[in-house]
């Protein structure tokens, strides 16, 4: 077997997972204003509790977007609209 082979699905692996872990981040920066609110009278141990579940749950579905392709799709959309914009 080719060791290349290896080396290429490690970067493809590393490459994913960095895609991976700045959706995940992304997606609480963005998400923590709407659920604050909701979160006010919780106590401190439950916040981190279920910001822990709320990071694995996007992980989760991030990972599912990425395997199906739906995670490029969505970005190439974006990509377009903002070349839209730009042009207008």
Avoid: H
Wanted: glycine share 6%; proline share 2%; with cysteine.
């Amino acid at each position: 077997m080719c060791p290349l082979r290896f080396i290429l699905v490690f970067f493809s692996a590393v490459l994913a997972g960095y895609f991976a872990w700045r959706t995940v981040r992304s997606s609480q920066e963005t998400g923590l204003s709407l659920e604050d609110s909701n979160l006010e009278n919780v106590p401190s141990k439950d916040k981190q509790e279920l910001n822990f579940k709320r990071m694995i749950r996007d992980g989760f579905w991030g990972f599912v977007d990425m395997a199906s392709g739906r995670y490029l799709w969505r970005n190439l959309r974006e990509m377009k609209n903002n070349e839209k914009m730009k042009s207008c």
